[in-house]
Nanobody, 115 residues
Framework: QVQLVESGGGLVQAGGSLRLSCAAS????????MGWYRQAPGKQRELVAI???????NYADSVVGRFTISRDNAKNTVYLQMNSLKPEDTAVYYC?????????WGQGTQVTVSS
């Protein structure tokens, strides 16, 4: 059973930076897609950024130019570098992974951006 473990959340002032990490354990295969979603209070979970094992990426419009996703395929690990953070980035960030027939989620890590 694949498990995703996130780290790196916290409290930061607007304009600051954070780096999230997510490591997948229990997988003997390279996960096709890894990435990040987020959910703010009272809102639906939304895509932040995803990256395929082949290197293709997809970002939410709201984070383009500020967030960068990267992967270490050999370690099934994904990172999210978040710069120029805004109060509206405040949310629980969930690691996500997809492999044919299976979707996996981390437990979530809180990111809070103060104004």
């Amino acid at each position: 059973q694949v498990q995703l473990v996130e780290s790196g959340g916290g409290l930061v002032q607007a304009g600051g930076s954070l780096r999230l990490s997510c490591a997948a354990s229990g997988s003997s295969f390279r996960l096709n897609v890894m990435g990040w979603y987020r959910q703010a209070p009272g809102k639906q979970r939304e895509l932040v950024a995803i990256k395929t094992s082949a290197g293709s990426t997809n970002y939410a419009d709201s984070v383009v130019g500020r967030f960068t996703i990267s992967r270490d395929n050999a370690k099934n690990t994904v990172y999210l570098q978040m710069n120029s953070l805004k109060p509206e980035d405040t949310a629980v960030y969930y690691c996500y992974a997809f492999h044919p027939l299976s979707t996996y989620w981390g437990q979530g890590t809180q990111v809070t951006v103060s104004s």
